[in-house]
């Protein structure tokens, strides 16, 4: 008898984001330079019970995707295996729906499962690896909110989206001298929001990490007015909490498997700025214009070196491992470090900082105070200056 072939499971599971498919090139030309035939389930974790849905992958129906949005295996992020429903509350899947998985992986002989997602997906890839199914990750989120790696892919096209919308709101905003709020997504994470709002000369940005007043952002609006700015640009992340209010959401699922659904946070703080200013404020929610489209040049890349090293994590049997990217290289980490706990913005970071240092409000204080001023310049005896600055950026 011959060898058995060897074959490798894909699936993409959660909100889709660009750079999915960028992965799943990336898993199927390295999987066939190392022998693996390459099979992908259709529609996330639910192509593994039945009906059991899977397609075959080569090298002929995944070409020309690299720079296609979206995923060409569908995804969801509802069904039968949702493991997340909150921040930090995890359900676990039913074990008849674990056993349907394993023996659907077993039948076809896969030597080990890549699921691509972001921690809801994972968490789901964790409790296969602890049932027996092999199992490795690639960490796919907008939200950038997966611990144990700088980036995940997506993060960046999502950023570009955001930025790309601020600037075309910039100029309308200056026109007619409005005070303009974005919304984007981000969850319970600020990533996007602090990233975009830099990128994009944002005034104010607001994010669920930061507690932030109506009065102080009102005050930075009057202040720039003071300077003769006569319009402000506010971008707020989903899920920055109202001021003794909490979140915004667009409905709260009674089905303990599924998170809130946020989203309308943008409206509201638009609407209590012109109350309270008497000032023409407008409000735009970017939603789902985030998760399409073609990837990034930096995703494309990132997102390609996941799946190579995925397929390396697969034949050297390191199961239950996520690829991170640790600059400047790929590394691996277990699942379970990635969903353990939300990788959410550092307050008191670097790029907050640098933010605070250019004048743009966190809504967390009366004035702009540049987190530097406090910074002196000491003249030692030999006459050469040096600088003391009690600033301590973050690790």
């Given at each position: 008898?011959?060898?058995?072939?060897?074959?490798?499971?894909?699936?993409?599971?959660?909100?889709?984001?660009?750079?999915?498919?960028?992965?799943?090139?990336?898993?199927?030309?390295?999987?066939?330079?190392?022998?693996?035939?390459?099979?992908?389930?259709?529609?996330?974790?639910?192509?593994?019970?039945?009906?059991?849905?899977?397609?075959?992958?080569?090298?002929?129906?995944?070409?020309?995707?690299?720079?296609?949005?979206g995923t060409i295996l569908g995804s969801t992020n509802?069904?039968?295996?949702?493991?997340?429903?909150?921040?930090?509350?995890?359900?676990?899947?039913?074990?008849?729906?674990?056993?349907?998985?394993?023996?659907?992986?077993?039948?076809?002989?896969?030597?080990?499962?890549?699921?691509?997602?972001?921690?809801?997906?994972?968490?789901?890839?964790?409790?296969?690896?602890?049932?027996?199914?092999?199992?490795?990750?690639?960490?796919?989120?907008?939200?950038?909110?997966?611990?144990?790696?700088?980036?995940?892919?997506?993060?960046?096209?999502?950023?570009?989206?955001?930025?790309?919308?601020?600037?075309?709101?910039?100029?309308?905003?200056?026109?007619?001298?409005?005070?303009?709020?974005?919304?984007?997504?981000?969850?319970?994470?600020?990533?996007?929001?602090?990233?975009?709002?830099?990128?994009?000369?944002?005034?104010?940005?607001?994010?669920?990490?930061?507690?932030?007043?109506?009065?102080?952002?009102?005050?930075?609006?009057?202040?720039?007015?003071?300077?003769?700015?006569?319009?402000?640009?506010?971008?707020?992340?989903?899920?920055?909490?109202?001021?003794?209010?909490?979140?915004?959401?667009?409905?709260?699922?009674?089905?303990?498997?599924?998170?809130?659904?946020?989203?309308?946070?943008?409206?509201?703080?638009?609407?209590?700025?012109?109350?309270?200013?008497?000032?023409?404020?407008?409000?735009?929610?970017?939603?789902?214009?985030?998760?399409?489209?073609?990837?990034?040049?930096?995703?494309?890349?990132?997102?390609?070196?996941?799946?190579?090293?995925?397929?390396?994590?697969?034949?050297?049997?390191?199961?239950?491992?996520?690829?991170?990217?640790?600059?400047?290289?790929?590394?691996?980490?277990?699942?379970?470090?990635?969903?353990?706990?939300?990788?959410?913005?550092?307050?008191?970071?670097?790029?907050?900082?640098?933010?605070?240092?250019?004048?743009?409000?966190?809504?967390?204080?009366?004035?702009?105070?540049?987190?530097?001023?406090?910074?002196?310049?000491?003249?030692?005896?030999?006459?050469?200056?040096?600088?003391?600055?009690?600033?301590?950026?973050?690790?």
């Amino acid at each position: 008898m011959g060898k058995p072939q060897k074959r490798l499971g894909i699936l993409t599971s959660g909100g889709d984001c660009p750079g999915l498919n960028a992965v799943i090139r990336g898993v199927v030309k390295s999987g066939l330079q190392l022998g693996y035939d390459c099979v992908g389930f259709i529609k996330g974790y639910e192509g593994l019970v039945d009906p059991v849905t899977y397609i075959p992958l080569n090298h002929k129906n995944t070409a020309g995707i690299l720079n296609l949005g979206g995923t060409i295996l569908g995804s969801t992020n509802k069904g039968r295996f949702a493991a997340r429903s909150g921040v930090d509350d995890t359900v676990r899947i039913d074990p008849e729906m674990m056993k349907a998985a394993q023996l659907t992986v077993e039948q076809l002989g896969l030597d080990g499962l890549i699921c691509i997602g972001g921690d809801g997906s994972l968490t789901i890839a964790q409790q296969f690896h602890e049932f027996g199914i092999p199992v490795v990750g690639v960490p796919k989120t907008i939200d950038n909110d997966l611990r144990a790696t700088a980036y995940t892919f997506g993060f960046d096209s999502a950023v570009a989206c955001a930025t790309d919308a601020l600037d075309r709101l910039h100029t309308t905003a200056a026109s007619h001298e409005r005070i303009m709020v974005m919304e984007v997504m981000g969850r319970h994470a600020g990533h996007i929001a602090l990233h975009s709002g830099i990128a994009g000369g944002g005034d104010v940005i607001l994010i669920p990490e930061i507690n932030w007043t109506f009065e102080h952002v009102c005050q930075k609006i009057l202040e720039r007015e003071t300077k003769g700015k006569k319009f402000t640009l506010v971008v707020v992340a989903e899920g920055a909490m109202l001021p003794n209010e909490g979140l915004v959401c667009q409905e709260r699922r009674g089905d303990g498997a599924k998170q809130v659904r946020l989203g309308g946070v943008g409206n509201v703080v638009a609407a209590e700025i012109e109350s309270r200013l008497q000032r023409e404020t407008r409000c735009v929610i970017l939603g789902h214009l985030q998760r399409g489209g073609p990837p990034t040049t930096f995703d494309r890349v990132l997102a390609t070196q996941f799946g190579a090293h995925a397929v390396r994590l697969v034949h050297e049997r390191k199961f239950g491992q996520m690829v991170c990217f640790q600059p400047p290289n790929i590394d691996a980490v277990p699942i379970v470090d990635a969903v353990s706990k939300l990788l959410q913005v550092d307050p008191h970071g670097s790029a907050v900082q640098s933010a605070r240092a250019l004048g743009i409000s966190f809504g967390d204080s009366p004035a702009d105070d540049s987190p530097f001023r406090h910074i002196r310049v000491e003249e030692p005896e030999n006459g050469e200056l040096a600088e003391t600055s009690e600033f301590q950026p973050s690790a």
